[in-house]
């Protein structure tokens, strides 16, 4: 049996706007998270947690942000192809935790719909996904609210 376990990690800066995408979900908030496609933090933790397991590489190399065919790209297309890599590769996907680190938006009242969009779009069971979240205590940049960060961990499974 073949286990794999991948990590991934990515932050985003907040800028304009009137939402941020996290995990599949628009969360109202007033200002956006700017990146080259829609930002979603946790959304690209989880991909690259993914490719790592597979010795893939990252995001950054299935889609370069430089290919303006990507400028902003909705994240469940990376998503949806990292979990096309690991079916081509022949693993299943056991389980995934993502963190979100941020002070506001407050995640705990969108969790759950954070895990059936991430369930509806990976082709899985809510229980084989954790979001959560905590705060960085005021400190750093996203304690002083001017980002936010996500951790990711899968674990992949080949018989």
């Keep these: 049996m073949d286990i794999r376990t ?5 932050v985003h800066a907040f800028g304009p706007g009137d939402h941020v ?11 956006g998270l ?32 430089s290919d303006p ?5 909705a994240s469940r297309i990376f998503l949806e192809h990292a979990m096309g890599r690991i079916a081509a590769r022949g693993f299943t ?3 995934c935790d993502v963190t979100l680190i941020c002070e506001r938006p407050k995640i705990g009242p969108v969790a759950p719909a954070m895990r059936e969009a991430l369930a509806e779009i ?4 809510a229980d084989r996904i954790s979001v959560k979240a905590t ?3 005021k400190l750093g940049f996203t304690g002083r609210e001017e980002g936010i960060a996500a951790i990711a961990t899968v674990t992949l499974l080949q018989a």
Excluded at 21 to 31: A, F, I, N, Q, S
């Design 21 to 31: 995408w996290l995990c599949g979900v628009r969360v109202p908030h007033h200002r």
């Design 69 to 73: 065919q990507w400028k902003g790209a």
């Design 122 to 125: 990976m082709g899985l069971g």
């Design 135 to 137: 705060t960085s205590e």
């Design 34 to 65: 700017i990146g080259h496609s829609d930002a979603d933090v946790g959304m690209h933790a989880l991909t690259d947690a993914i490719y790592g397991a597979l010795a893939e590489g990252d995001i950054g190399v299935h889609f370069p942000p």
């Design 6 to 10: 991948g990590n991934g990690f990515d």
């Design 93 to 95: 996907l056991a389980n």
